[in-house]
């Protein structure tokens, strides 16, 4: 069986590179972001009606990678953002979310999440929008408030680089019962 633990929070926490450590360590696949491709390619000046195509590129890229995974036997699978990022983010720019992300949130089933803090330096690119600490902040808890009102299993991840992956890598352990 596979499970699918999600790494989630504010920009510029190392998700993306957190999930790419993971899935190496564990010898399997990520589920990259797909806003990341969508913007890249469509531009940076998005609307409401762009999260639904973003919700629908990367529930589709999950479960192609979700395939991938099960036919080659893998046990894990890393997935960088899901429908609580996207219900957090359409909130927080549009103040709405859409009932189809609501009920994706309810229909899918996860067995961890990994939830960045913001205790790493903002880092630019062109598709980073809140540089501000006071808003990473306020991001974060919108996302620890998602955890907290939820069943699955999640983890704090923080700390510097060199902190991340070994946090992960114990929650991870933890959930499937490994003892060192």
Same mark, same amino acid.
């Given at each position: 069986?596979?499970?699918?633990?999600?790494?989630?929070?504010?920009?510029?926490?190392?998700?993306?590179?957190?999930?790419?450590?993971?899935?190496?360590?564990?010898?399997?696949?990520?589920?990259?972001?797909?806003?990341?491709?969508?913007?890249?390619?469509?531009?940076?000046?998005?609307?409401?009606? !762009?999260?639904?195509? *973003? $919700?629908?590129?990367?529930?589709?890229?999950?479960? %192609?990678?979700?395939?991938?995974? +099960?036919? &080659?036997?893998?046990?894990?699978?890393?997935?960088?953002? !899901?429908?609580?990022? *996207? $219900?957090?983010?359409?909130?927080?720019?549009?103040? %709405?979310?859409?009932?189809?992300? +609501?009920? &994706?949130?309810?229909?899918?089933?996860?067995?961890?999440?990994?939830?960045?803090?913001?205790?790493?330096?903002?880092?630019?690119?062109?598709?980073?929008?809140?540089?501000?600490?006071?808003?990473?902040?306020?991001?974060?808890?919108?996302?620890?408030?998602?955890?907290?009102?939820?069943?699955?299993?999640?983890?704090?991840?923080?700390?510097?680089?060199?902190?991340?992956?070994?946090?992960?890598?114990?929650?991870?352990?933890?959930?499937?019962?490994?003892?060192?």
């Amino acid at each position: 069986m596979l499970k699918k633990i999600v790494i989630i929070g504010p920009e510029s926490t190392g998700k993306s590179t957190l999930s790419e450590m993971l899935a190496k360590k564990f010898n399997t696949y990520w589920v990259p972001e797909y806003a990341r491709e969508y913007l890249l390619e469509h531009g940076t000046n998005y609307r409401f009606e !762009d999260l639904r195509k *973003i $919700r629908e590129g990367q529930l589709a890229l999950e479960e %192609q990678l979700s395939r991938q995974a +099960l036919e &080659e036997g893998k046990k894990l699978l890393f997935i960088d953002t !899901d429908m609580q990022v *996207i $219900r957090v983010w359409s909130e927080f720019v549009f103040n %709405q979310c859409d009932s189809r992300t +609501l009920n &994706e949130i309810v229909a899918r089933n996860y067995d961890l999440y990994l939830l960045c803090n913001t205790d790493l330096p903002w880092v630019k690119d062109e598709l980073r929008e809140y540089p501000d600490e006071t808003t990473r902040i306020k991001l974060f808890h919108h996302y620890k408030d998602a955890m907290i009102n939820q069943d699955t299993p999640w983890a704090e991840i923080k700390g510097g680089y060199q902190n991340r992956l070994p946090c992960a890598v114990k929650a991870i352990e933890d959930l499937l019962g490994i003892v060192e």
